[in-house]
């Protein structure tokens, strides 16, 4: 706030508690970011003017990412790769 202006209590409460908010958020952007580092798992690219047939691709993504989702936390690399191995076995 500026020296020497009355504030609002209620205004001051509020902007501290968007602060917090806004704190928040950038430590889930940053551990979002870790998170698919982690699993490798990148947003599917292509060409320009070349668009091929990803759906196969694209499903297997999003059910994998839900698969990790509903999964206990995963804490070595080793534990990732049987992660995604029992999911690929799983579907083919």
């Keep these: 706030m500026t020296k020497g202006v009355a ?9 501290k508690t968007l602060r917090e908010v806004k704190k928040a958020c950038e430590q889930l ?19 320009p003017r070349r668009v091929p047939d990803i759906a196969h691709v694209q499903s297997w993504n999003k059910s994998m990412k839900s698969d ?6 995963i804490m070595t690399d080793r534990g990732l ?10 579907h083919n």
């Design 81 to 90: 790769r049987d992660v995604v191995r029992t999911h690929v076995d799983s």
């Design 68 to 73: 990790m989702h509903h999964r206990p936390q």
């Design 29 to 47: 952007k940053v551990e979002h970011g870790l998170l698919k580092r982690r699993a490798s798992l990148m947003q599917s690219q292509s060409r």
């Design 7 to 15: 504030a609002d209590k209620e205004v001051v409460a509020v902007l």
